[in-house]
T-cell receptor, first 111, second 111 residues
Framework: GQQLNQSPQSMFIQEGEDVSMNCTSS?????WLWYKQDPGEGPVLLIA?????ELTSNGRLTAQFGITRKDSFLNISASIPSDVGIYFC???????????FGTGTRLKVLA | DGGITQSPKYLFRKEGQNVTLSCEQN?????MYWYRQDPGQGLRLIYY???????QKGDIAEGYSVSREKKESFPLTVTSAQKNPTAFYLC??????????FGPGTRLTVL
């Protein structure tokens, strides 16, 4: 099945640093979603985006729906140790009922 | 509280046995999904259902079966035909083109 290209695959950062990750697709989407998954748990929805160019924040997290509708970006400001986990993007096209997921970005924060 | 429940959290199966994983949601969502996640990997779609009494195969449906007799419930049976069933299984639900929410997952181990 199709998977979205998500980068970076993993990253180590110092506590307090800002983090950026992105997701790209060869197809256009109507909806972009960003999730965080902790080990042994289900993914938790962080941000949902519905409109090209949309910029949405959730606390220290900010995500953007790319103008081309083929990409999306997630930024985490002033990272803290509990930001550790795997971040997934997902795209959705109306009428398909299927969500296409990225390969994940594994984030590790050094205190 | 609205949400998705999966049971059991951990499941052990002997080779050659069928096993059924439970998924219940009280979000009043029409669509429900089953994903498989292997260590260090992304999510792969097994089956999805847009509406009661209807479901479609995902990317890796072989060796699995589902039913959707009630809007709230979408059980997954892992049959003996699934050659490598040890994995983390995630159930999810959504409204069309909107957010998809996940349950806590079931970890299946074949002994």
């Amino acid at each position: 099945g199709q998977q979205l290209n998500q980068s970076p695959q993993s990253m180590f950062i110092q506590e307090g640093e800002d983090v950026s990750m992105n997701c790209t697709s060869s197809s256009i989407f109507n909806t972009w979603l960003w999730y965080k998954q902790d080990p042994g748990e289900g993914p938790v929805l962080l941000i949902a985006l519905y409109k090209a160019g949309e910029l949405t924040s959730n606390g220290r997290l900010t995500a953007q729906f790319g103008i081309t509708r083929k990409d999306s970006f997630l930024n985490i400001s002033a990272s803290i140790p509990s930001d550790v986990g795997i971040y997934f993007c997902a795209g959705y096209t109306s009428g398909t009922y299927k969500y296409i997921f990225g390969t994940g970005t594994r984030l590790k924060v050094l205190a | 509280d609205g949400g998705i429940t999966q049971s059991p959290k951990y499941l052990f199966r002997k080779e050659g046995q069928n096993v059924t994983l439970s998924c219940e949601q009280n979000l009043n969502h029409d669509a429900m999904y089953w994903y498989r996640q292997d260590p260090g990997q992304g999510l792969r779609l097994i089956y999805y259902s847009q509406i009661v009494n209807d479901f479609q195969k995902g990317d890796i449906a072989e060796g699995y079966s589902v039913s959707r007799e009630k809007k709230e419930s979408f059980p997954l049976t892992v049959t003996s035909a699934q050659k490598n069933p040890t994995a983390f299984y995630l159930c999810a639900s959504s409204i069309e083109w909107s957010e998809q929410f996940f349950g806590p997952g079931t970890r299946l181990t074949v002994l």
